[in-house]
């Protein structure tokens, strides 16, 4: 299991990743592009299928889990303005089959098509990074066997625009594993979430 220690150093190490890359954000007059910040409210229920299972709608097994928390997100253009980096800090409040607190650290890259369709698609964007809840997660360990309390983090999201400014629904993958052996215990969980956001 790692150590609070290890997982400051990542989160670090993940920051420190994001800041070089915007840096390199340049447009090509030279000058940087608009960063953005977010807020967002987001739920989400568990579900107990495996990855490789979740995105079969007659296979999908939801269960008696759920979360609702709120993200803090910052992105930065890339020069083709389609692409942004970024990162979010997570904060989530599970309840129902069990009851813990997690905090989830990814770094994002987001792409927003040029003439999406639907007209109302505003995005696809993907998260990596580190989830570290304050119990080990039951859940995990009822299908499983195991699982211990940091795991790696991924998401999956597509974004829709609701109405004239910076706000807009999504609906997200949000996903914890071993990450193929990077931690010890070999477990996961697969959850579906939606989600508000407010561009600042």
């Given at each position: 299991?790692?150590?609070?220690?290890?997982?400051?150093?990542?989160?670090?190490?993940?920051?420190?990743?994001?800041?070089?890359?915007?840096?390199?954000?340049?447009?090509?007059?030279?000058?940087?592009?608009?960063?953005?910040?977010?807020?967002?409210?987001?739920?989400?229920?568990?579900?107990?299928?495996?990855?490789?299972?979740?995105?079969?709608?007659?296979?999908?097994?939801?269960?008696?889990?759920?979360?609702?928390?709120?993200?803090?997100?910052?992105?930065?253009?890339?020069?083709?303005?389609?692409?942004?980096?970024?990162?979010?800090?997570?904060?989530?409040?599970?309840?129902?089959?069990?009851?813990?607190?997690?905090?989830?650290?990814?770094?994002?890259?987001?792409?927003s098509p040029a003439r999406p369709w639907p007209v109302m698609l505003d995005s696809f964007a993907f998260g990596l990074g580190l989830s570290h809840t304050t119990e080990t997660p039951?859940?995990?360990?009822?299908?499983?066997?195991?699982?211990?309390?940091?795991?790696?983090?991924?998401?999956?999201?597509?974004?829709?625009?609701?109405?004239?400014?910076?706000?807009?629904?999504?609906?997200?993958?949000?996903?914890?594993?071993?990450?193929?052996?990077?931690?010890?215990?070999?477990?996961?969980?697969?959850?579906?979430?939606?989600?508000?956001?407010?561009?600042?």
């Amino acid at each position: 299991m790692l150590g609070p220690s290890i997982v400051r150093r990542v989160a670090v190490a993940a920051l420190v990743a994001l800041v070089a890359m915007a840096g390199g954000a340049k447009a090509q007059d030279g000058r940087a592009g608009e960063p953005k910040l977010s807020l967002s409210l987001h739920g989400g229920q568990m579900t107990t299928n495996g990855i490789d299972e979740v995105f079969y709608p007659n296979k999908t097994d939801f269960t008696d889990a759920y979360f609702g928390g709120v993200i803090f997100g910052y992105e930065v253009p890339l020069s083709d303005p389609r692409f942004a980096v970024g990162a979010e800090v997570q904060l989530n409040h599970h309840f129902g089959q069990d009851t813990f607190q997690e905090l989830v650290l990814p770094v994002t890259i987001r792409y927003s098509p040029a003439r999406p369709w639907p007209v109302m698609l505003d995005s696809f964007a993907f998260g990596l990074g580190l989830s570290h809840t304050t119990e080990t997660p039951l859940l995990e360990v009822v299908k499983r066997g195991e699982s211990q309390r940091t795991l790696v983090y991924f998401s999956l999201e597509t974004a829709f625009s609701v109405g004239e400014g910076d706000d807009d629904i999504f609906f997200r993958l949000h996903h914890r594993s071993d990450g193929y052996g990077l931690f010890a215990a070999d477990s996961g969980s697969n959850a579906f979430a939606v989600g508000w956001r407010h561009g600042f």
